[in-house]
């Protein structure tokens, strides 16, 4: 544990902020059923702050002349970690974790009013939580009380993911090594689920393949619930049952990633369960392929949010138009969007700590400007639905390929391009290469 990155985010928030108090929780436990949790997952935003895992526990930072970071946490407890395990307590995690400060997570409620005590606004994400909501303004409540004393409440309350989002959206390098190792586990997992993939295995045994990667390597989950869709299950988006038999002839789409010490990797591969293409695959899989080089060769500083998108989005309504999917020309194609029949979503996505990460697309009404640091997904698809005028040979056919992209000052890294891509790799991957 290098707790050098986190004190250093801490540092940059109380610099963003200027004055006042952050007031960041993690996530609380989620029972699944009856005495069942869900796999813990610590707050994204509190993690980005703190490295700190466990549950129970809400970082402070103190902005100012003198900046300072604390942390409350579960005390140690015997009995407790006889059942559940280590916790740090509040001593080990102060060494540990590079605070200035840290107590007992059931001292909060008695140190709140006084940690915002003279201090003119307090940053805490209201809203998603009436519980969380009540305790915060309990606080500021409790510091007006001492008005008559001469302590002044926090005048102003501000959204602090506003600022986190910021902070986020950036990765430093630390978190672009995680994001690379990330995306090396799960590039491995793709190439595990096309050399497992044939004719009659079920959707399901190549998700345990791809999980099965996933582990092996040391990731702690999947960064989303996978998806492994053959033949027309790849024509729904969020198709998450997998569990039909894979046909000769279907092609086989799977989107998934890990996630790495909070860090998700996000990948889409479509391949032929029969380890060869068709001739209608391969004209629609070429084209979206063709798309998703426009889309990546917009991926640098100083380019919009979207062009990487409008590229993409370019070059499938020509391919739609070719393959006589769509009728009428280029113009109106773009014009009235019906490239939407067969490419509904977006080009992509922020990509860190959450599959689709922290921050803004759009600022004043304008697309971002990308800069280096920044990590994003790049997915073109196209999904043909039965429909009247589509020809028989292409219906249920379904692509898409997803790679993650880092922004560098000379363009962009891939860092999920060991993933067989090209028709002549996967065929050859599938093909004992
Ligand atoms: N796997 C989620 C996405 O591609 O957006
Ligand atoms: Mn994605
Ligand atoms: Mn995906």
Redesign the pocket.
């Known amino acids: 544990m290098n707790a050098t990155p986190y004190r250093r985010r801490r540092a940059l928030l109380a610099q963003r902020i200027g004055k006042g108090v952050a007031i960041v929780p993690t996530a609380p436990e989620r029972t699944r059923n009856r005495d069942a949790h869900y796999p813990y997952r610590y707050d994204s935003y509190f993690y980005h702050l703190t490295g700190f895992t466990e549950p129970e526990a809400v970082a402070v930072v103190i902005a100012g002349d003198s900046p300072r970071s604390l942390l409350f946490c579960r005390e140690k407890n015997e009995e407790r970690e006889i059942w559940d395990g280590f916790r740090h307590g509040p001593l080990a995690a102060k060494a540990r974790f590079a605070f200035d400060e840290t107590h007992a997570i059931d001292q909060l409620d008695k140190l709140m009013p006084d940690l915002l005590a003279d201090q003119p606004v307090v940053y805490a994400h209201l809203g998603a939580d009436p519980a969380w909501d009540a305790r915060v303004l309990g606080w500021v409540n409790a510091v007006r009380e001492r008005a008559r004393t001469g302590v002044a409440a926090p005048r102003d309350i501000a959204d602090v993911h506003t600022v986190l989002d910021d902070l986020r959206l950036i990765k430093d390098e630390d978190e672009l090594a995680t994001m690379r190792r990330a995306a090396a586990i799960s590039t491995g997992a793709h190439l595990r689920a096309m050399r497992a993939a044939r004719p009659g295995g079920t959707e399901y045994q190549i998700e345990a393949e791809l999980l099965h990667e996933f582990r092996r390597l040391g990731a702690q989950s999947p960064?989303?619930t996978s998806?492994v869709a053959a033949g027309a299950n790849a024509c729904v988006l969020?198709y998450v049952n997998n569990d039909a038999t894979l046909k000769d002839g279907d092609l086989l789409l799977i989107?998934?990633?890990c996630e790495l010490d909070g860090y998700a990797s996000?990948i889409?591969r479509t391949f032929p369960v029969s380890g060869r293409f068709s001739g209608p695959q391969k004209a629609v899989y070429e084209l979206v392929l063709a798309s998703q080089a426009a889309a990546l060769a917009e991926v640098r500083p100083g380019n919009t949010w979207n062009a990487p998108h409008d590229a993409a989005v370019m070059v499938l309504a020509q391919g739609f138009l070719d393959l006589k999917l769509l009728t009428g020309s280029l113009a109106e194609v773009l014009e009235k969007e019906s490239y939407r029949q067969f490419y509904m979503?977006r080009t992509?996505?922020w990509l860190g700590l959450d599959?689709?990460d922290a921050g803004d697309y759009k600022r004043d009404g304008q697309w971002r400007t990308l800069q280096p640091g920044m990590v994003l997904?790049v997915?073109p698809g196209c999904y043909i639905r039965p429909a009247a005028g589509v020809p028989d040979t292409f219906v249920n056919i379904g692509v898409?390929i997803?790679d993650d992209v880092v922004v560098t000052s000379a363009g962009c890294e891939i860092l999920t391009s060991a993933a067989p891509k090209s028709v002549p790799d996967i065929e050859a991957a599938m093909n004992g290469g």
């Open positions: 960064a989303y998806i969020h989107d998934a990633g996000d889409t979503h992509g996505h599959v689709h997904t997915e898409r997803e």
